[in-house]
């Protein structure tokens, strides 16, 4: 055990995580060059487009070190955004270190702080690391005198490299082992394994990652899933190379998978605790949370031919995202789709934007809502997530709302713009303090509703990138909750209905009508497009009939020209929904969703 380190690269985004891994991979031997694919551990197109690691890799590495000895690194690999922070919080409770990387000319920015804090919450060891040392803008130097003035971390231990050009990651490697400690633990005592991650294997079914504590696991063992009592049997377990490489037993102190004949992800959590059957562990890791799902849309299919498609989709994104939830659902304007349940917003663009690029299906999403509890008159409660099942007004005695209590970390100067922001969007009971000089730690309590849109957007533009921010959700209290409704041209389109605070719901009809105005082209006929609660109208918009024929302007033209403007028509109107006898592209309803 004392040749083994677990850690994880914790860093803001874009200073060099997905690199420093990939070089590390390649010093350990693991690949031939002809082999070496940039950025190895992020798979998915769409993280390595937006530079954001949704799903974890985690690798073993073989290292010969200075002293001769080989020793195990076992790096594993955390998901970068607020949505997934529980799960970055259960990847950083399997390690004893972490590496704080920092980029030479950027320094310390938002998620550098937030990463800190979450490594420091679970006790690990840090070792600061400057990145990026090649670079002419490079100030490491200037880096390092915040990394002991700001963060307070001890000088003797900063790393310098460059994760591309592979100067210092040597160094580096050495450092892990010399400065982090070895995982303790007892290899004798009843198995306790902490499951921090899942993925889906086609061929195996669900292959868990996990890290064990103590005990000692082998294939054919019986175990038991402690939070919900599920027994498995082991079929395979073993470490993380390139691919997976089979062992008859894992112990304590190393992190490894197993396959257990577990159908799909979502019947594993992270965070809870595998152990034997026949031996139980007396009591689970700590930590477990169930994860919850905050944020509800429904997804509709452009084609009404695409449903079955879409179903089959979502099954199988499902295999692999147990955050995701979804049933069927539907609507006059839009026919058949799919409530679903998500983490958070970022969690929802993903999930969208893999249905419309891995499996080719045209959406049209619901505006995002939470969940709101309805007591009414006749003492029941509903649970309400779909502005479909709003009650009846005259039946409901109160209405309330989730609230999260959100903690912001931001340099002095931004506070002012950052109270503003939070009193715009309900907030209550602030709170602030110093965790260090210049910095602020400011806590607030908020509407959930108000910080699904574009809350984290919002802060990163008022704090130029500074602001860092994260959420737990602590309670419901009373709402002052309308449903809004879209008409165009008389006839109410249910999927553009959405609930809101009162206090808002003029501004929100207002910005709605006039991005449909916008977004939906000009018709044969003049077209009325109104918001309203209840049978008020509280705003309107009107877009003139259309006169010239779309295709005069190619007059006298080459004909392929012309062919290709009607070959457009026809693309665009795949992704049209007609209301009525009105034509709404996909794109005025993802209009009506943005909410600047
Ligand atoms: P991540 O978001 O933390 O995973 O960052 P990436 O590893 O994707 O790196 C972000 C960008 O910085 C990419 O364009 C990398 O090529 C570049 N980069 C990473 N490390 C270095 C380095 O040491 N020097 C230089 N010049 N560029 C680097
Ligand atoms: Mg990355």
Redesign the pocket.
Known sequence: MDKIRNFSII??????????ADRMIQLCDMVTDREFKD?LL?SMDIERER???IKSQTICLPFQAEDGTTYTLNLVDTP?HVDFSYEVSRALSSCEGALL?IDAAQGIEAQTLANLYLAMENNLEIIPVI?????PAAEPDKVAAQIEEDLGLDGETIQR?????GQGVRELLNAIVRLLPPPLGDPTKPLEALIFDANYDPYRGTVISVRIVNGTVKTGDQIVFMSNGAEYRVEELGIFRLRREPRQQLAAGEVGYIIAGVKTVSDTRPGDTITHKDRPCPTPLPGFKEVQQVVFSSLYPISTDDYEDLASALEKLKLNDAALTFQKDSSAALGFGFRCGFLGLLHLEVVQERLEREFDISLILTVPTVKYKFYLQNKTVVEVDNPTYFPDPGSIARIEEPYIKATIHIPERYMGVVMTLCMERRGENTKYHYPMPGRIEFTCELPLAEVIYDFYDKLKSITQGYGSFDYELIDYRPSDLVKLDILVNGEQVDALSQLTHRTKARERGLKACERLKEEIPRQMFKIAIQAAIGGNIIARETISALRKDVTAKCYGGDISRKRKLLEKQKEGKKRMKTVGNVDIPQRAFLAVLKSE
């Open positions: 860093a803001h985004i874009d200073h060099g995580k997905s690199t420093l950025q992020d530079g954001i690691t970068g990387l990145n990026k040392i090649d670079l490299c460059s994760a591309k050009t």
